[in-house]
């Protein structure tokens, strides 16, 4: 019972999914040959040749053959038909199936602008298909170029590398080479590459309304002071150029650099004294370094103590002395150590450098070592008086 | 009993001394002896230039590599040095008073204006002196077989640390002149006086380093603890070790020609942190490691010649 209500359903839905698409079927009513065209009517740039695609369709009659003429032929003009790709006469189309050919049209050289009028006739057994074609040969799309970028605004700091990404459209009606060019500040450098690629470009073939990414890559001396710069890049053909204005905001950095005075990074001291080190600290940045804390990483036991121990600030291009006080160990054996010294400001800022101190140990042991010298001899004097003889 | 004596003891220590150097000089003894030390001396560095110009390309103490390489089958120059000099300082003064008594000459020399102390210091000088000549002309002689061979002047600071290498080579050969001339003060057969004084030698070099470590096991207990090598036994060690005056010398010719000696008992760890290895040492610094030893060298050799001293001034003369 089950199945058979839904064998019913089934056999309904076919129905109703069939008799729509038979019923909207035109060529089922149609008989006869067609010789048709999409566009009977077209515009082409002058001194090209156009080809227009042409059909000869059969509807429901036995295969027949049709002698193809083009007898309408603007003067001037060449047309040929081609079916395959080579010149055709004639055409035989098979019974409810169609036959593509093509029309080539050439234009002699120096075409006017206007109309021009075409006909193009199948012959066939007591059928005479006729197809007229009108070719207007236009005014040339004038030149234009079109430059854009979507983000025109960059920031960052004089260690960044920029790169803007520009979209270059050849809005003109033929083939272009474009000239690249930037205008940046002093010591700025534009380098122009492909998008996504690392070939330094200095023009670029776009055909024509197609449009091409590029990259438009900026290095900045590293002393660039914070500010806001202005550069313009352009694109340029004979016909055409166009313009794209950028902008950056460079902020500033804070740069340290640690060394020694007069870039001396060594030093002495003495094995459980004190010794002072001057330790010269840098800002070879553009812009002030905030709470400059000062550490050392010495050998176990020794002690190191800065003077100051932190600096608020420090301006671009000065400098800052601070006296390192270290003391070896008393045990500390005698030779070169090595000590780092850290300065660490807000923003991550770390900067070291390596000092080699040379611990040297006290010549007190020196004159001990000459006391039981004179010690030894005074014992010879004494033996002398004692013991010497007439 | 004793009177007072009129005049400097010193009186005739510089005829004795030019009269026993003479001697010394052109005895046979001194001229085999010379011949020994030379020959094997020269040849050790020889053989070290050879390999230096063969192996280092650049180094800044080209010089000191010179005494210190060691080139199969000879030992490093200090080596040799340090194993025959004792033999040559025993060989100069191992008969120095008892072959007067064998000879009678004693009694005759006394009865000349010269007082006992100027003899013996007289001829422990003068054996010094032989030393030191035959001592010095080898370090010339090795340092300008250097400047022919290796084509390039010694540095300051080289010509310093082999100054001190040399006053320390002196100072060894001092003390076992002092120890020979004790022998032959306290021996009166020279043969017997020598075999003492070898004896010695021959303990100090080359058995003083087993009797070391069965000492400190004995003053400090074993040698390895629960954690490693115990530090009192090393320190006991090295205390042993260091009354021999084969290792005061070695102590002292490491320190001063390899510049990257830093110190030269145990280290420990905590003390090696952060040091930078391989750097030289500046040369006052190498002065300042080594001057206990050397002091201790020149102490005992006035030390040992005290002790002849008085026993020689106690001694019955007459025969």
Redesign the interface.
Known sequence: MLRRLVAVAFFVGAVALGLPSRAADPSSTLTGMFLTTRYPALTVKAGETTTVDLSLRNYKLPPQQFSVTVPEVAQGWKATILGGGQPIAAVEVASDSDERLQLRLEPPSGASAGDYHFTVEAKGEGQDLKLPLTVTVGQEVPAKLKMTTNFPDLRGTATTSFKYRLTVTNDSGRDATINLSADAPKNFQVTFTEAYGSQQLTSIPIEAGKSKDLDAALSIPRETPAGDYKLSVHAKTEQANADLNLSLTIIGQPRLAVSGEGGRLSGDAYAGQDSQLTVVLRNDGSEAARDIELSAT?????KTTFEPKTVPSLAPNATQEVKLTMTP?S?????????TVRASATGGLSESANF?V?V????L??AI??A??A???L??VF??AR???? | M?????GS?WTGLGTVIAKETADHLSSARMRILEALVFLTALAAAYAAIRSIRATIGESPFLFLRLLTMAQDPLPAFIALLGFLIPLVAIALSFDAVNGEFNRRTLSRVLAQPI???ALLLGKFLAGLLSLTIGLCSLWLLVIGLGLLLLGLPPSTEEMMRMLGFLVATIAYGGVWLALALLFSVLFRAPATAALAALGTWLVSSLFWSFLTDIIAALVAGPAEGVLGPRLAYLNAQQLIDRLSPNTLYAETALALLQPQT??LGP??I???????LG?P??V??S???I??Q???L??AT??I??IA??LF??QEIRA
């Open positions: 010495a050998p176990e036991q020794w160990s045990r500390a054996i005698a030779g070169d150590y090595q000590m080699r040379t040297l140990t006290s010549t042991w020196g070592g000459i039981i010298i010690i030894a001899l014992v010879v033996a002398v013991f010497g003889r007439r | 004793q009177s007072t004596r009129r003891p007082y006992r102390d830093r110190a280290v420990l905590s003390q090696l942190q952060g040091a930078v750097a040492l500046p006052t610094q002065f300042v490691l001057w206990p050397l002091t201790g020149i102490a006035i030390v010649f005290a001293y008085v001034q106690r």
